[in-house]
């Protein structure tokens, strides 16, 4: 009995000298952060030390009932990991470092929001709503409502003040370190939407108004018209030469009616048709948004980067269906998604903004 109560002993001890506790300013007073530089635990992602961020006085406005400044008090605390990349304006990406950070979730930042959309006679559902969150120095980020509210995976999108370096243990690099709070996109891979010290979030519909038809039945639409910036930029008939379909199994189910089906789903990605004639740049990246509308006037928003910018796989489809059937000839099936509401039937039109 002596023997295993030292042993216990020693095993405690053991951790202790291995745990560097941290107290991290700003913290709450019985918060500490463990620095488990011994790497006795089997997380990768606290080994290193956490570093504050300074973030300013964040607003939120728009087409809200409650604007005002964001108490981030009140809110839980998420973690995402990023291996942060940018583009190289000489061309290629350009690899920064590998990070966790700690921070407040869009998710829970904008939950009790009270929307009121300024096309909301047109259209009441909040899937073509937008958010916008722009820095003093006039740098722009830009995110479907889908993306914050939609997910399989939640809380992907932070407004982070805390960062640690994920350092790896043979090369010991030690990435540099942002000065600045930031948002973070979890989902990206290249992390052009990483803007530093966000200062106002702003909520907003699509700036596109369209026919209505509730119940339209049968629905067909025999091409998807494109438009980028307002003006025509070519239409979709078919799927292009040489693509192969994919296929996508799913639970299908929506935020109204449930359990749709559980088929699979077979097309071509979107961002592979709508690449050719779109360039990939920062600017597209950061603040580039699109609107995707059916025959029936049904529509939905998706920021560039979900379509274009994943770093996990969950792409967007382009499906096609028999001639003349009902909800042809394209749907859009959103692998990223966990509610269904997304999956638009019969598209008409895509437009994409910057």
Request: net charge negative.
């Amino acid at each position: 009995m002596k023997r295993s109560l030292t042993l216990l002993l020693f095993f405690v001890f053991f951790i202790s000298c291995n745990q560097s506790p941290q107290s991290v300013t700003g913290m709450h007073e019985s918060e500490i952060q463990f620095i488990d530089s011994g790497e006795v635990t089997n997380d990768f992602y606290d080994n290193t030390e956490t570093f504050n961020l300074p973030l300013p006085e964040l607003t939120v406005g728009g087409e809200i009932g409650n604007p005002g400044k964001v108490d981030f008090s009140s809110l839980s605390r998420h973690s995402v990991i990023v291996k942060e990349t940018v583009l190289d304006p000489e061309g290629g990406d350009r690899f920064v470092g590998a990070y966790r950070y700690d921070g407040y979730s869009l998710f829970d930042i904008l939950k009790n929001i009270k929307v009121q959309k300024s096309n909301s006679e047109e259209f009441n559902s909040v899937i073509d709503l937008f958010v916008e969150i722009e820095n003093a120095s006039g740098e722009k980020a830009v995110f479907s409502w889908g993306e914050i509210y939609y997910p399989n995976d939640l809380h992907e999108i932070l407004i982070a003040d805390r960062v640690s370096r994920i350092v790896p243990s043979k090369t010991n690099d030690l990435w540099t370190l942002p000065a600045d709070g930031r948002i973070v996109a979890g989902s990206d891979l290249i992390t052009e939407r990483n803007i530093s010290s966000p200062v106002r979030i702003t909520i907003r519909s699509f700036p596109k108004s369209f026919t209505v038809a509730q119940g339209l039945s049968p629905m067909f639409s025999k091409q998807i018209a494109l438009f980028v910036n307002g003006s025509p930029a070519g239409a979709i008939t078919g799927y292009p030469a040489g693509m192969h379909e994919i296929t996508f199994n799913t639970i299908f189910y929506g935020r109204g009616r449930g359990i749709h089906s559980t088929e699979p789903f077979s097309g071509i990605m979107l961002k592979d048709v709508l690449s050719p004639d779109i360039p990939v740049n920062r600017d597209n990246l950061r603040s580039g948004i699109m609107c995707i509308a059916a025959e029936d006037g049904y529509r939905c928003t998706a920021s560039f980067s979900e379509i274009f910018n994943r770093n996990d796989q969950q792409e967007f489809l382009l499906v096609k269906t028999e001639p003349g059937e009902d909800g042809g000839l394209f749907r859009i099936f959103p692998a990223c998604d966990f509610f269904s509401d997304r999956a638009i039937k019969s598209v008409k039109e895509i437009h994409l903004g910057f």
